[in-house]
């Protein structure tokens, strides 16, 4: 017993260094699930930012009916907890200024539909999400513990041609998350044109230098967060760490009947890859017979907040801690 309240202790201080100046995760809350977003990352002598992919539906705030274009992102941690938080990144990609920005967002979490494995189904090579297990919208304010609300501020950093925002939200519903099960989540901006202006929001991808010590796998689920460097292409400059899938796009139909109450429809699946030149280098910079980052499948980076849990579920986040802080010392000393 005093180990693991030695344990609690030691992680909750980690965590709490974390995350100091930082007042997005409310107090009480910590992560549980970390991908992080490429912002400035050196590789093989030169900075890439990544890049943001178009995840936005038009429509009416009124009337709570939207269509568009979707992103969306596998996901599996070792604990089970609820998700009270959501971080994310993305950037308005038409680069427009003197905006109000977005005002809602819809926060999604669905079931995951596996590579079902047949030569004659179009969806063959990548899962995607499927059912519909919680979805809600989230409404610029500030924050508070069930607010429903998210707030949006610049990342430092970031690219000058197409910066960064950072976003947070208190989900008004959390997510009753099971351990080491494969869920997906979509975020989507829900953009009124004659209130809000032409805009185009992306979602950011991830840093995948970064391993995400947090992430269930392997073996459960299979291959979980894993180095797709070895498996794909052994000359490329660093790790390239991923979990399970492809994220995916699609089109999109939403329905919002209530905060925590929406219906949407999706079709179309697009498995997403980086792109090569702008995450990373691209094959005319690397030496043959290497592809460059275009062939390696993409994640999009975002985090998962959750109460501060029990002391036995507290000693797995603490392994996801002290193991991402092994990687950063590993780093220093390569």
């Known amino acids: 017993m005093k180990i693991l309240k030695y344990c609690a202790i030691v992680v909750i201080g980690i965590v709490a260094a974390a995350q100091s100046g930082l007042a997005d995760p409310l107090e009480g809350e910590v992560l549980k699930f970390r991908q992080r977003p490429m912002i400035a990352t050196p590789i093989a002598g030169q900075t890439y930012y990544g890049h943001d992919e178009d995840s936005t539906a038009y429509g009416s ?61 179009p969806q063959d090579g990548f899962s995607h999400p499927g059912t519909k297990l919680l979805a809600q919208v989230v409404d610029r304010g500030p924050l508070a513990p069930a607010s429903g609300t998210f707030t949006e501020k610049p990342v430092t950093g970031s690219s000058p041609t197409e910066p960064v925002y950072e976003y947070n939200a208190e989900l008004h519903c959390p997510f009753p998350q099971e351990a080491t ?101 691209g094959p005319q910079t690397l030496p043959p017979p290497h592809n460059g980052i275009g062939q390696f499948s993409k994640d999009l980076a975002f985090e998962l907040y959750t109460p501060i849990p029990e002391p036995a579920t507290l000693t797995l986040l603490g392994a996801g801690v002290l193991g991402l802080f092994g990687y950063f010392r590993r780093q220093r000393t390569n």
């Open 61 to 121: 705030h009124d009337s709570g009916q939207y269509s568009g274009w979707f992103m969306a992102d596998d996901f599996a941690d070792k604990v089970n907890t609820p998700v009270v938080h959501l971080k994310w990144w993305g950037s308005y990609m038409d680069a427009q200024s003197g905006q109000a920005g977005v005002q809602k967002f819809l926060v999604a979490f669905e079931s995951d539909v596996p590579d079902p494995g047949d030569p004659h189904n």
């Open 181 to 281: 099960k494969v869920h997906w989540l979509k975020i989507v901006a829900l953009v009124d044109q004659s209130r809000d202006g032409n805009i185009v929001w992306g979602w950011h991808n991830r840093d995948y230098t970064i391993f995400d010590p947090f992430a269930a796998g392997p073996p459960v689920p299979f291959p979980g967060e894993h180095d797709d460097r070895p498996i794909i292409d052994p000359g490329y400059p660093t790790n390239v760490w991923h979990f399970q899938d492809d994220s995916v796009m699609g089109n999109l139909g939403v329905q919002v009947l209530a905060q925590c109450d929406v219906n949407i429809t999706q079709t179309a699946f697009e498995p997403q890859f980086y792109v090569n030149g702008v995450d990373g280098p």
